[in-house]
């Protein structure tokens, strides 16, 4: 059974549960949980991270913690009882981990591996929290180390400051908004130092200033290296000041034996020492380590016999030194012991031993020796800071291991009171000694002992170095051979204070003999006493003593025998007469040095501080003596302050009235003295003095009397400097009076205490005279009162022990009342008078509710003045910190009601002026502490304060203004930012302190200027605010952590929506006055509804209904409303705001509302185009703000940009948006569009001089100068995108407008520029892009896209493959739909996309300009492709039952026409469908066409050869004749012939009779055609080639045969066989369906441009198709079998349509679709679709019957690039000649390829079989074994054949266009060759489209011929011809007008094409117009119109008719 937990309520989880029982609770180790039953073994309760799921979990799987349970039952809480900062790791901890892997992610690694340490080191100091193991010290310190990270972290990862204090998280409840802000900026610096914060809090005025922080060298000898000497060894260190050229510490010693180890065993590893007490100013002195190496041992090291070896002296040996400065940086980074090497050098003359130092650092090389690289000392060093105690604390471990603390050489910085200290320093510095009648000089050793009075040696003072112990003598070191001996050494006399009086020094000099015996002999001694007679001691100073003679029998036993004697030279003047008959006799010539420093706290060596302890000696002299104390040393005072203050207060007591003022000046001399920082720790010893050693009972009398004396005294004297200092010790001055009263009222039971009373009155009013007089013209008097302010507030604590704090308050008011106002003072004493006010605040009295009532007006009255003048603004800014937080502190506990209200009063107006001035000079951290001072008075008041407040205006104007200045104060909070944005707990409490202010100040605003008296500025700054305040990031909790928010909205609710109340309610309030705020405040509010929060949105969106109401009751409409909110709609959706549920919340509200109302209508119509525009405005934001495609953003902006043109008629948002799209187009380069896009704006615009403002980048300017600038541009971006037609009209606009003006130089410029774009058309390469058309199906399409269908305009070089990849890749989770059909309603409706793509042919608007005779094919090759708006594809399919037999009867076509909504190129790509129509292609009609555009494309082919526009190589002519006639022969166009001329097919299509009649026709004009080709054929054909063109004449003669069953009399048709003509001869061109001029409008893929682009087919009727079937993108098997697609493509690539130009299909056949067996073809070969992708494999690809011998070159072709990509030096070899014959084994394999296989036509071999033609010469270009050329498609290459002009038809070269041959056809081996010859001219080619141009050329096929037929004229009547032949300009010779000069040897001419009737039907759809030269515009149009057809029709009668008259 489950119950309730008792104990168990909160517990850890130690291993993960996943739950796998029923209501389970999936749990994650490390979790936290609260647990609320239990049940054998298991609890039941909720993970804390998902406090709403409940579930049961495993009891043992919990580690249980201690916890608070708070309300228990039902909805208890319950808080983990740890330490907080444990928690605080904890959730931290779990906070970063998730953001530490997002930076893995995101790649900022370094911050990843720091981060992560950091992680580590926070576990590390949770567990040792944890584990309780450690001291309080140790508690702090990992504290301190834990918040250091803590904060380090979370700056870094971006998250919230921590404020603390000590390491503990505030309550922003408990303290003021201004110790909030304190601790924000100081945790804020403590994370920048990486350092902790002590106290978090700044410390107060008056507090004491920091002590200096010493320094330590911990000093460690690891080892002594040397191996040479092999004697013992001291090494003693020691610190040297460079600079100074002196030591300044004591010597550490370290005794080493001759191995180099310590000579005590005991000392290994403990060779340590620290020294200590060094100030930052001598961290920054040159120092060095210095070590001198002395050598224990024989007298020279290398030489036994000098000296015995028993005898043993001390011997100089080395040096070594280490500069500190070099080191010190990387031992304060490093924080603990780093080893360095000290290498050792020896003297090289031991004289200059005592500088061997100096000349080591000065590198004076000379003096020195270097060692060998072995030997060296190897120390440690560690820098530490703190006093001792700290460092002991700290360091423990270094203490443990025997360390020697080695002092400063004197007194630190710092001289702590308890620290008893004599030592005496005394150095050996040098000596004078005579030879002594030897030879040699000496080797002397002096010997040192410290004797007392008494003539006993005392035990152990001397000292050698710290780290050994004491002796009682002192051996010098030997200097060989020296007279005059130099030592330099330091000995330290640590002598004891008692025995210091008395004692005496005596040095003792011996000769050490090197001989044999080597005995010490005594020469002589000196000596010196420690103290004067006077008491003093030894100066410090270079003492010289005098030498006494004496030998080794001399007794020292009788001390008293020297002590009589003089020592030195002043003692020897000090007493003359001495007996020259004393035993020993003074030697005049020898002298010995040495010198002294004490450091001594109980000695003295003044003579004037002994003269005042002992003032009882000199009574005469007290007043010299109390006057000389000033020129005492302050080390010397304070060493003796307690003696001397008694004294001081005795000779007081003894004649107050004649001592008295000297005794004061000398006490304040004292007091002063200790100010000073380096006796500031003595301070305490002054107050124990006071409190417990003072007893001047009756001094206080004389104190006062002085000191009131001294203030008197301010207004006369002239210097004041005793007065300053009297005021500086004030403090002190009345701890005495006070003490000294408390004294004296204790012995005499509180007698005089009104005279006392009355006396201190007194004096307080001497301190106000003081302060009161005008400093302004006298500086001495301004110090003095500096001075007294600065001492004042230290006295407030003596006073309150003899008064109550009212009475100290009150003499604190009148004195602080009685400084002059800030008006009438400098500044200097500006901030002295305010520093002494915030030490007032600071003070102890300012803590009691009671002083401060009687305090606080005047402080707030003195900061009131300051900060009406804007003066000293941060002084007072902490001052009204310090009273905001005592007051918060004390309003915890009692009632502070009276002095908020005081505050309010006061400052609640100025503190509001001065923010408002401080934010105007955005002085940040001014701002952010009196921001904090308001909000700390706000945050005070409540109602009645807020009441009081309100009522105290006088009158509304007040109010108003107040009101203005509050909001403006708020609305600047929100807008600056002056909290940083990590600062969340104070910008969440600076939320809350507004929202409860507004909510207080918005009654008034209501109550005093809604109806009469409404005023539009204070509401407006209302709104502004609260608009202000929802939208503040800091409030956006949808963006943060769900922990987090949930505690922001545990502690403050969701104040968003507490202000949306609030404004809503005040909106309402409003009444009539809401007009005003329209349109105002609809942007605003709009914002507002932006917020992502539900309730916010709907308090808020039914505003908009009120707007429109409003409106609408006033205008009748509501405009403004409308145009307001679809402008600011727009920036602010683009700005990230608002979202779908946002448009569809806004809907659903409004339309509610607006329902009910009258002009519903309207309304709704509004609100629905808004939610449109939403929906487009959201669209187009997702697209910008991801990584969208080009494509998709520049869709979108159209999309947006065309409903603000046509939906909501917006001109300024709309032209907004064309910049944008205009921007877009120059970035990807689509400059012809970015032209178009900004055309639109220019067609805005007029030629005005209507002035424009300044708008978007444009100038205030003209409407005519922007639209003269915009054209300018838009023809510059026409140019860059090499669009010249479109820019021509342009510059004829400007120019027509510089002319109306004049403006010729400008108009030069325009008319230059348009003449170059004419060359451009003419001379520069374009390229033809193709057209895809795309569908977008599926909702998960952008909206803009969804469901629709647009055709693209690709780009250069695109085919549909790379488009297919692009569209896929741009929308990666769409899928390819594999059929052209229309997609169903299922695919439309569902949640994905489906991409549909397939290309089209444009059909051009400009047919005119392509049927014009003498348009160059540049001119056309632009028309075909630029202003298209309509497309076609087509789609094969079987109508009824297939015929096996001959398929070709039952195959229709599907054609689809789309139509766009615009013409492309335009402001965009690709543009939607508009319009689609569907028209179906009978069999018959379809063979028409594919008939006829062989014709036409023969007749092209044929009249360039005859116009000799083609030269020397014939091959492609041969190819063409090849592929027509062998196909016709086998079955080519017997095909048709079996399925149209049949019987059985005329009885059942009665209405196809004229077309079958058409067909017939068409036949026998190939007939006619083929003939004259033969017959230019025989003319150009190489001799080598003569048996295929034998072989071609053959066929021919079997074609006409297997024509003449139907045709009777076509023989004779044909010059080639026959000398016949036909009576229609000369009509053939006339009466053609498709006239030449309509031939020169095919697309780039047609048979007529097959001359410019290269491209040609070896096929029986054509190589190409007019089918689009291929067109679909086919991503599935290709083994499609017997589907009319593929026959469709067999038959439409063998005829392209005529009249549908430009769907011929680019890849080549080996990877189009297999072709089943019976699937029937009219084609040799196959041109399969470019745009058909296929998967199958490269094996299904072409045919299975393909002989063997020829599928090597099959498969080499599969490995070929398409032609696109191959150069044209790869296709056609350099081998070629220039005659264009081949090389012979070119020739060989040609012969070996075509000439061995018997031409094969039959309809059911496969497509790959067919093709042998096409597979031989691709093989004959790229020899085999030959890998494809890597080179990029089209580049220009130097071909190896002279330049060979183009054709007629196109003049432009290979690279220009689209160019269907180089993307592969199947017939590429002739494409290949035609593109080599004809595609690559490098020059311009020559003028050859006139008959004139044709040179006579004689051809003959037969003896027997008749007159030859006129040449092909490719007009519409003969008379056009004859008209144009007229016109020309230049002939080849002349001739009457009208008549054909006839050339026997002339080619014969095409035969005339019969005359027949078009379909209407097919005329009409395909808008193909065929009209006269004469009615043709010349003009650049958009459109061609569609006028019937009829009139053309009778006009080609007459002339048919007109032509067989002739005949």
């Not at 990387?330 to 090289?348: G, H, P, Q, R």
């Not at 009532?853 to 900061?863: Q, S, T």
Request: glycine share 4%.
């Amino acid at each position: 059974m489950w119950t309730p937990t008792e104990e168990e309520k909160y517990g850890v989880v130690i291993c993960s549960f996943r739950g796998s029982v029923p209501q389970g609770l999936v749990l994650e180790i490390g979790e936290t949980v609260q647990i609320l039953e239990k049940c054998e073994g298991w609890y039941r309760g909720v993970s804390t991270k998902k406090p709403n799921v409940k579930g049961i979990f495993p009891a043992n799987y919990i580690h249980l913690k201690k916890a608070i349970v708070s309300n228990r039952g039902q909805y208890e809480t319950v808080v983990p009882l740890e330490d907080s900062i444990v928690t605080e790791v904890t959730a931290t901890l779990q906070e970063w981990a998730s953001l530490w892997k997002q930076l893995y992610v995101k790649h900022k690694v370094d911050l990843f591996y720091k981060l992560r340490h950091v992680m580590n080191e926070l576990i590390d100091l949770r567990r040792q929290l944890l584990s309780g193991h450690l001291t309080q010290d140790q508690v702090r310190e990992v504290k301190r180390h834990i918040t250091v990270r803590l904060d380090w972290g979370n700056e870094h990862l971006g998250l919230d400051l921590v404020p603390r204090k000590d390491f503990e998280v505030v309550d922003s409840d408990q303290i003021s908004v201004s110790d909030l802000y304190k601790m924000h900026l100081s945790s804020r610096q403590s994370v920048q130092q990486s350092t902790s914060q002590v106290d978090t809090m700044r410390p107060r005025h008056g507090e004491t200033c920091r002590m200096p922080v010493p320094h330590h060298f911990f000093l460690s000898l690891k080892s002594f290296t040397y191996n040479t000497i092999g004697e013992d060894t001291d090494v003693f260190f020691s610190l040297y000041d460079m600079r100074e050229g002196k030591q300044i510490s004591e010597r550490f010693l370290v005794r080493l034996n001759k191995n180099g180890g310590p000579r005590n065993p005991e000392k290994i590893e403990r060779m340590c020492a620290l020294f200590t007490d060094l100030s930052s100013k001598d961290m920054k002195r040159d120092l060095y380590i210095v070590a001198h190496v002395i050598r224990i041992g024989r007298m020279l090291l290398n030489d036994s016999k000098k000296g015995p070896a028993h005898l043993h002296y001390r011997r100089p040996y080395g040096c070594a030194v280490l500069s500190i400065l070099d080191v010190l940086q990387s031992l304060t980074e490093l924080k603990e012991e780093k080893d360095f090497v000290l290498k050792v050098y020896t003297c090289n003359n031991e004289s200059e031993w005592s500088q061997i130092h100096e000349n080591i650092i000065r590198k004076s090389s000379a003096k020195y020796s270097a060692p060998s690289a072995s030997h060296g000392l190897i120390i440690s060093l560690q820098l530490l800071r703190g006093d001792m105690e700290q460092i002991r604390r700290e360091n423990p471990m270094i203490f443990n291991r025997g360390l020697a603390i080695t002092r400063k050489l004197g007194f630190p910085d710092v001289i702590m009171p308890g620290d008893i200290r004599n030592d005496l320093y005394l150095t050996l510095e040098k000596g004078d000694f005579e030879r002594g009648g030897k030879s040699v000089q000496k080797n002397i050793e002096v010997t040192m002992y410290v004797l007392y009075a008494d003539g006993e040696i005392l035990k152990d003072c001397i000292s050698l170095g710290s780290g050994e112990p004491n002796r009682s003598s002192y051996h010098s070191f030997v200097l060989y051979h020296s007279n005059s001996p130099r030592w330099g050494e330091i000995i330290k006399l640590p002598i004891p204070i008692d025995r210091f009086r008395g004692s005496h020094l005596r040095f003792e000099f011996r000769h050490c003999s090197t001989k044999d015996k080597g005995e010490k002999k005594l020469f002589g001694f000196a000596f010196s006493p420690l103290m004067r007679d006077d008491g003093t001691t030894l100066s410090d100073d270079i003492h010289e003593l005098y030498v006494y003679k004496c030998d080794e029998n001399s007794t020292f036993n009788n001390h008293a025998l020297y002590l009589g004697l003089p020592c030195c030279k002043e003692d020897y003047n000090g007493c003359p007469n001495i007996p020259s008959s004393l035993i020993f006799q003074r030697s005049t010539k020898e002298s010995f040095f040495i010198s002294t420093q004490l450091s001594s706290t109980k000695l003295t060596q003044n003579v004037d501080l002994l003269a005042l302890l002992k003032w009882k000696a000199f009574p005469d002299r007290i007043m010299d003596i109390l006057g000389r104390l000033r020129h005492v040393s302050g080390e010397e005072i304070v060493k003796f302050l307690q003696d001397i203050l008694d004294t001081l207060f005795v000779i007081l007591d003894d004649n107050t009235e004649k001592y008295g003022l000297l005794v004061f000046q000398s006490l304040v001399f004292i007091i002063n003295l200790l100010r000073d920082i380096k006796y500031f720790h003595f301070r305490p010893v002054m107050d124990t003095y006071i409190q417990k050693h003072f007893a001047g009972a009756l001094a206080y009398k004389e104190l006062i009397r002085c000191l009131k004396w001294y203030m008197d005294c301010s207004a006369e004297l002239i210097r004041q400097d005793h007065i300053q200092e009297a005021m500086r010790a004030l403090e002190y001055l009345f701890k005495f009076i006070v003490q000294s009263r408390i004294l004296y009222s204790r012995a005499t039971c509180g007698m005089e205490e009104e005279q006392f009373r009355s006396s201190i009155q007194e004096l307080f009013q001497s301190i106000r005279f003081v302060l009161s007089l005008d400093s302004r013209n006298s500086e001495t008097l301004l110090f003095t009162q500096a001075a007294l302010l600065n001492s004042f507030p230290t006295i407030f604590d003596e006073l309150l022990q003899m008064f109550t704090v009212q009475e100290v308050a009150e003499f604190v008011r009148g004195t602080l009342g009685s400084m002059p106002s800030t008006v009438h003072i400098g500044q200097s004493m500006d901030v002295v008078k305010l520093q002494s006010i915030a030490r007032t605040v600071d003070s102890r009295l300012f803590s009691f509710s009671e002083s401060r009532r009687i305090l606080l007006p005047v402080v707030l009255h003195h900061i009131h003045l300051h900060l009406r003048q804007q003066k000293e603004l941060l002084i007072c800014s902490g001052i009204l910190g310090s009273i905001f937080s005592i007051v918060k502190t004390s309003s915890l506990e009692a009632d502070v009601m009276e002095e908020v209200e005081m505050m309010v009063e006061s400052l609640l107006d100025v503190l509001l002026q001065t923010l408002l001035t401080i934010m105007s000079k955005s002085h940040a951290q001014e701002a952010g502490e009196y921001v904090s001072c308001l909000l700390s008075l706000l945050r005070q008041m409540c109602d009645t304060h807020y009441q009081h407040l309100l009522d105290n205006f006088q009158s509304k104007d007040e109010l108003k203004e107040f009101l203005l200045k509050i909001f403006c104060v708020f609305r600047n909070l929100m807008k600056m930012s002056v909290f940083p944005r990590d600062w969340m707990v104070m910008r969440l409490l600076t939320s809350n302190i507004i929202v409860t202010t507004v909510q207080y100040l918005s009654s008034a605003l209501h109550k005093n200027f809604t109806e009469t008296d409404f005023d539009f500025k204070v509401w407006n700054s209302y709104f502004s605010l609260a608009v202000l305040f929802i939208n503040q990031p800091s409030l956006q909790l949808e963006i943060i952590t769900s922990a987090k928010r949930k505690k922001i909205l545990d502690k403050y609710g969701d104040m968003r929506v507490m202000m949306a109340y609030e404004l809503f309610s005040m909106w309402q309030n409003l009444g009539e006055h809401k007009i005003h705020f329209i349109p105002g405040m609809i942007g605003p509010f709009l914002g507002v509804t932006l917020v992502p929060q539900p309730e916010v949105r709907n308090i808020m969106i039914p505003i908009f209904h009120d707007m429109m109401d409003w409106e609408q009751r006033k205008n009748g409409n509501f405009k403004q409303v409308e145009a307001e909110l679809i402008d600011k709609l727009d920036s602010m959706v683009s700005e990230g705001k608002g979202d779908e549920s946002y448009r569809e919340l806004f809907g659903l509200l409004l339309l509610e509302k607006v329902e009910q109302e009258t002009w519903r209508e309207t309304g709704i119509s509004f609100v629905t185009s808004v939610t449109r525009l939403m929906e487009r405005l959201l669209d187009y934001r997702d697209c910008m703000k991801g990584e969208e495609t080009e494509n998709k953003k520049i869709g979108c902006t159209v999309n947006l940009m065309n409903f603000y043109k046509s939906e909501i008629n917006k001109e300024e948002m709309y032209i907004r948006y064309i910049h944008k799209l205009c921007d877009m187009h120059l970035q990807a380069e689509n400059y012809t569009e970015a032209a178009f896009t900004l055309l639109l704006y220019c067609e805005l615009l007029q030629w005005e001089e209507r002035p424009l403002r300044e708008f978007l980048h444009y100038p205030a300017q003209t409407e005519w100068q922007r639209k003269e600038g915009l054209c300018r541009k838009i023809i510059h971006y026409f140019n860059k995108g090499k669009s010249w037609e479109f820019g021509i009209p342009l510059c004829r606009e400007l120019a027509c407008q510089y002319e109306s003006l004049y403006d010729y130089q400008s108009l030069s410029w325009i008319r230059k520029m348009e003449a170059s774009y004419y060359d451009n058309i003419m001379e520069q390469q374009r390229l033809e892009p193709e057209f895809f058309r795309v569908g977008f199906y599926g909702r998960k399409f952008p909206f803009f896209l969804r469901n629709k269908e647009y055709v693209c305009r690709g780009h250069d070089y695109e085919r549909l493959e790379a488009f297919q990849q692009r569209m896929l890749s741009e929308f990666p989770q769409a899928v390819a739909m594999q059929h052209p059909n229309h997609p169903d309603d299922a695919i439309l409706q569902c949640d994905a996309q489906y991409l549909q793509i397939y290309a089209v042919t444009p059909i051009p608007d400009y047919v005119d300009v392509l049927q014009m005779d003498r348009v160059p094919d540049r001119v056309k090759s632009f028309y075909r492709v630029n202003n298209v708006r309509k497309f076609r594809y087509d789609r094969p399919f079987h109508k009824g039952p297939k015929d096996k037999e001959n398929e070709f009867k039952s195959l229709w076509i599907e054609r689809t026409t789309l139509t766009l909504t615009h013409s492309l190129p335009g402001i965009s790509r690709w543009f939607e469908v508009e319009r689609r129509e569907l028209v179906e292609v009978s069999p018959l009609e379809n063979a028409i066409q594919v008939v006829e555009n062989k014709n036409q494309e023969l007749r092209a082919l044929i009249s360039q050869y005859q116009h000799k526009q083609v030269q020397g190589n014939i091959n492609l002519l041969s190819m063409c004749l090849n592929g027509v006639i062998d196909a016709a022969v086998n079955g080519g166009i017997a095909r048709y012939q079996e399925a149209f001329f049949d019987k059985d097919y005329i009885t059942k299509h009665p209405g196809d009779a004229e077309k079958i009649t058409q067909l017939k026709e068409l036949m026998q004009e190939q007939v006619h055609v083929l003939g004259v080709g033969l017959a230019v054929h025989e003319k150009f054909v190489h001799p080598e080639m003569r048996p295929l063109h034998k072989k071609l004449i053959d066929q021919f003669q079997m074609m006409r045969a297997s024509l003449y069953h139907e045709f009777p009399g076509l023989d004779k048709l044909s010059p080639a066989c026959s000398g016949s003509s036909t009576p229609r001869g000369n009509v053939l061109a006339s009466h053609s369906p498709m006239s030449p001029e309509s031939i020169k409008m095919t697309h780039r893929h047609s048979p007529m441009n097959l001359m410019g682009t290269g491209r040609h087919s070896s096929s029986s009727l054509s190589s190409h198709a007019s089918s689009e079937a291929g067109n679909v993108v086919m991503l599935g098997d290709s083994s499609m079998g017997e589907a009319p697609e593929d026959l469709y493509h067999h038959m439409q690539l063998a005829y392209p349509n005529p009249r549908y130009q430009g769907s011929v299909t680019n890849v080549s056949v080996l990877s189009s679709s297999q072709a089943s067996p019976s699937s029937s073809s009219l084609s040799s070969t196959h041109s399969a679709p470019s745009q058909m992708i296929t998967s199958a494999p490269s094996s299904a690809r072409g045919s299975p019957s393909l002989p063997d011998k020829y599928r090597h070159a099959r498969e080499m072709m599969l490995l070929l690039p398409t032609h696109r990509d191959r150069p044209s030096s790869a296709m056609y070899p350099a081998a070629i000649l220039e005659n264009g014959q081949l090389p012979n084994f070119q020739r060989a394999l040609f012969q070996q390829v075509v000439g061995s296989c018997k031409p094969c036509s039959d309809p059911n071999l496969s497509v790959a079989e067919k093709g042998h033609y096409s597979l031989h010469f691709d093989a004959f270009h790229h020899p085999l074994g030959d890998t494809p050329p890597a080179l990029p498609a089209r580049t220009l290459r130097k071909s190896p054949l002279h330049p060979i002009p183009a054709s007629p038809t196109s003049p432009q070269s290979g690279l220009d266009g689209s160019n269907s041959t180089l993307s592969g056809s199947a017939s590429s081996g002739v494409s290949s060759l035609s593109e080599s010859n004809f595609g690559h001219s490098s020059e311009a080619p020559p003028r050859t489209d006139t008959m004139d141009s044709m040179p006579s050329q004689a051809w003959n096929a037969d003896e027997d011929l008749e007159p030859p037929y006129l040449p092909v004229h490719y007009s519409l009547s003969e008379s056009a011809v004859l008209d144009s032949i007229k016109a020309q300009p230049c002939r080849s010779h002349s001739a009457p007008g009208c008549v054909i000069p006839q050339d026997p040897m002339d080619p014969p001419a095409l035969p005339p094409k019969p005359y027949h009737s078009r379909l209407p039907a097919l005329e009409h759809e395909e808008g193909v117009l065929l009209r006269d030269d004469a009615d043709r515009p010349r003009g650049l149009h958009r459109k061609a119109s569609l006028p019937p057809g009829s009139a053309k029709e009778e006009q080609a009668r007459l002339a048919w008719e007109h032509g067989r008259g002739e005949q």
